[in-house]
T-cell receptor
Framework: GAVVSQHPSWVICKSGTSVKIECRSL??????MFWYRQFPKQSLMLMAT?????????EQGVEKDKFLINHASLTLSTLTVTSAHPEDSSFYIC????????????FGEGSRLTVL | AQSVTQLGSHVSVSEGALVLLRCNYS??????LFWYVQYPNQGLQLLLK??????LVKGINGFEAEFKKSETSFHLTKPSAHMSDAAEYFC?????????????FGQGTRLTINP
């Protein structure tokens, strides 16, 4: 199966700083990437859909200025948590697809953010 | 709109016993349905998916699920549990071919296997 990698796997930062999480498709070109947030022992909530070369589409209730998403190439999407606060601490997971619309999704390993 | 309800946040079975994880869905369009497995601090791995073909879907690791439209269900089963099956399982639904990639996940079911 296709491989999607996230970096970093773990990050601890101070409140008020910004953190960037990368999502890479290692062996395929991803036309679409998705970012999810998962609270402890809870389900995944879709935050935004990221299409290469265009602005991300955010789900209702997700602050686009807080969670900046950039999909500059067909193999890389980044999520930047700006001015992070403890309530932003969570497990962030990305997924990617070769084909827009119906292609199978491949998930990254996730990135755990802890804001002190 | 789509939604998913997983009945039972925690299921515990003995090794070798039948595994049954329940999932009911709601969808305003013909749905695509998925089961994913998540091991601690990892991403999700696709177990199987239903995309309007055969209603009985076989997946990896001996799992299978049956789409029952009349019951709006997509329960996951495995005849004989292994210790390695212990993990979190998520059922997900998407809006069919038009919205196949926009997944709505259930709350998850933690499966524990007793020796």
């Amino acid at each position: 199966g296709a491989v999607v990698s996230q970096h970093p796997s773990w990050v601890i930062c101070k409140s008020g700083t910004s953190v960037k999480i990368e999502c890479r498709s290692l062996d395929f070109q991803a036309t679409t990437m998705f970012w999810y947030r998962q609270f402890p022992k809870q389900s995944l909530m879709l935050m935004a859909t990221s299409n290469e070369g265009s602005k991300a589409t955010y789900e209702q209730g997700v602050e686009k200025d807080k969670f900046l998403i950039n999909h500059a190439s067909l193999t890389l999407s980044t999520l930047t948590v700006t001015s992070a606060h403890p309530e932003d601490s969570s497990f962030y997971i990305c997924s990617a697809s070769r084909t827009a619309g119906t292609g199978e999704l491949f998930f990254g390993e996730g990135s755990r953010l802890t804001v002190l | 709109a789509q939604s998913v309800t997983q009945l039972g946040s925690h299921v515990s079975v003995s090794e070798g016993a039948l595994v049954l994880l329940r999932c009911n869905y709601s969808s305003s369009v013909p749905p695509y349905l998925f089961w994913y497995v998540q091991y601690p601090n990892q991403g999700l791995q696709l177990l199987l998916k239903y995309t309007s073909a055969a209603t009985l879907v076989k997946g990896i690791n001996g799992f299978e699920a049956e789409f029952k439209k009349s019951e709006t269900s997509f329960h996951l089963t495995k005849p004989s549990a292994h210790m390695s099956d212990a993990a979190e399982y998520f059922c997900a639904v998407s809006g069919g071919i038009q919205g196949a990639q926009k997944l709505v996940f259930g709350q998850g079911t933690r499966l524990t296997i007793n020796p």
